[in-house]
């Protein structure tokens, strides 16, 4: 049972615009939600995350916003840059967990 | 500081052979953690490993199983391949069991061929 879903498999943007990636999460327990960033041929790298008692967590071009009565949480990334193309994963994880939860990803591609 | 390194890069068998693939954890961290990223899937977690012991498994059949050393580098065997075992497996460590605030930190991953 997927409890982290990411429904939007891909999303292509033009350099120097916003880039807005979309997760949804079924399970009511979590508590903790990050963005891992991953390149071809390399392992996936934390990029940001917030703790369910925020609802906005700002890093430079990177935030990440958490709607907890929706359970849906966005990263933009303002401005695109082409580095900024990959794949990009939603993560969850309770205070009980013992494991990261991931969505199945969506592709960026910033088009210059 | 080393990441976390895993070996090997690609491997390719066939149907009913098994697979034993290598992980070492960042130094410090005792936690490893195994996920399968099949095609068009997100991050499965497969195992997770601490202090030597496994500590929890994911909806993953017997066939795959693993272990920890002392050094806490670890691997992961698949016995008895099937052709949807073909995927990514990616290695992940952390101090101690992850938490939001205790993220964990990958490897490159393994890229398992199923002929």
Redesign the interface.
């Known amino acids: 049972d997927q409890q982290v879903k990411q429904n939007s498999p891909s999303l292509s943007v033009q350099e120097g615009r916003i880039s807005i990636l979309n997760c949804d999460y079924t399970n009511s327990m979590f508590d903790y939600f990050l963005w891992y960033k991953k390149y071809p041929a390399e392992g996936p790298t934390f990029l940001i995350s917030i703790s369910s008692i925020k609802d906005k967590n700002e890093d430079g071009r990177f935030t990440v916003f958490l709607n907890k009565s929706a359970k849906h949480l966005s990263l933009h990334i303002v401005p695109s840059q082409p580095g900024d193309s990959a794949v990009y994963f939603c993560a969850a994880i309770g205070s009980n967990d013992y494991k990261l939860s991931f969505g199945a990803g969506t592709t960026v591609t910033v088009r210059a | 500081e080393a990441g976390?390194t895993q070996s090997p890069t690609h491997l390719i068998k066939t149907r009913g052979q098994q697979a034993t693939l290598r992980c070492s954890p960042i130094s410090g961290h005792t936690s490893v953690?195994w996920?399968q990223q099949a095609l068009?899937?997100?991050?499965?977690?497969l195992l997770?490993y601490d202090e030597g012991e496994e500590?929890?498994r994911?909806n993953f059949p017997p066939r795959f199983s693993g272990r920890q050393f002392p050094n806490y580098s670890s691997e992961l065997n698949v016995n008895a391949l099937e052709l949807e075992d073909s995927a990514l497996y990616?290695c992940?460590s952390s101090q101690v069991?992850?938490?939001?605030?205790n993220?964990?930190?990958?490897?490159?991953?393994s890229r398992l061929t199923v002929l």
């Open positions: 976390v953690y996920y068009g899937l997100g991050l499965q977690f997770w500590r929890n994911g990616l992940a069991r992850v938490t939001g605030a993220v964990l930190t990958f490897g490159a991953g």
